[in-house]
């Protein structure tokens, strides 16, 4: 069954933890992607990857760290330093960058809530 | 700055009647535009995608256009059902390497029976 997963689907942390979302795809897709999502907005880019051991900073990168050690793992760690951490978060894979087959796979989200 | 906008927040409209959703752009020349559907709580899915070279894609009840010229894509659902009820957004896409797509805030579709 292909497809793409996160962990947990809800999330609750205390202000000034770090939380680490995670993110698996067995769709052997070389580009991945972190999304964050608050109501009335749309998707806002916080990273994304390339390849293994490759990733760039999206439109919101700052409190947010990335690492991309296997093809079908891209964890995305909440830092305390993220000033309003509270949102939907969404991870999403495509066959690369190549701008002509870059149609994204979302996974189902994970919701975090800062307490 | 590139910016993406859908006509509105909320489309509300009767069961079996055509939707028609509104994206437009500036600041931008995209190489290609996709429509994506999200239902409450859950990640986006694929529905189509357009090309710049391209005036017109249909798939079962979905159409979209592009017009370059005016930087907008129209996406209609035709003898729409209360199913059809979701989020829809678009996104651009470029052909400049490394480049990301970009969302746009979505427009919220009801369809009443």
């Known amino acids: 069954d292909g497809g793409i997963t996160q962990s947990p689907k809800y999330l609750f942390r205390k202000e000034g933890q770090n939380v680490t979302l995670s993110c698996e795809q067995n769709?052997?897709?070389?580009?991945m992607y972190w999304y964050r999502q608050d109501p009335g907005q749309g998707l806002r880019l916080i990273y994304y990857?390339?390849?293994?051991?490759?990733?760039q900073k999206g439109d919101i990168a700052e409190g947010y760290s990335v690492s991309r050690e296997k093809k079908e793992s891209f964890p995305l760690t909440v830092t305390s330093a993220q000033k309003n951490p509270t949102a939907f978060y969404l991870c999403?894979?495509?066959?690369?960058?190549?701008?002509?087959?870059?149609?994204?796979?979302f996974g189902p989200g994970t919701r975090l809530t800062v307490l | 700055s590139q910016k993406i906008e859908q006509n509105s927040e909320a489309l509300n409209i009767q069961e079996g009647k055509t939707a028609t959703l509104t994206c437009n752009y500036t600041?931008?020349?995209?190489?290609?535009l996709q429509w994506y559907r999200q239902d409450p709580g859950r990640g986006p899915v694929f529905l189509l995608l357009i090309r710049e070279n391209e005036k017109e894609k249909r798939k079962e009840r979905l159409k979209v256009t592009f017009d370059t010229t005016l930087k907008q894509s129209l996406f209609h659902i035709t003898a729409s059902q209360p199913a059809d009820s979701a989020t829809y957004l678009c996104a651009l896409g470029s052909n400049q390497a490394g480049t990301a797509l970009i969302f746009g805030k979505g427009t919220t579709l009801s369809v009443s029976s």
């Open positions: 769709l052997n897709h070389d580009a």
């Open positions: 600041n931008y020349s995209p190489a290609y």
């Open positions: 990857s390339q390849i293994v051991n490759d990733f």
């Open positions: 999403a894979s495509s066959i690369s960058l190549d701008r002509s087959t870059d149609t994204q796979y």
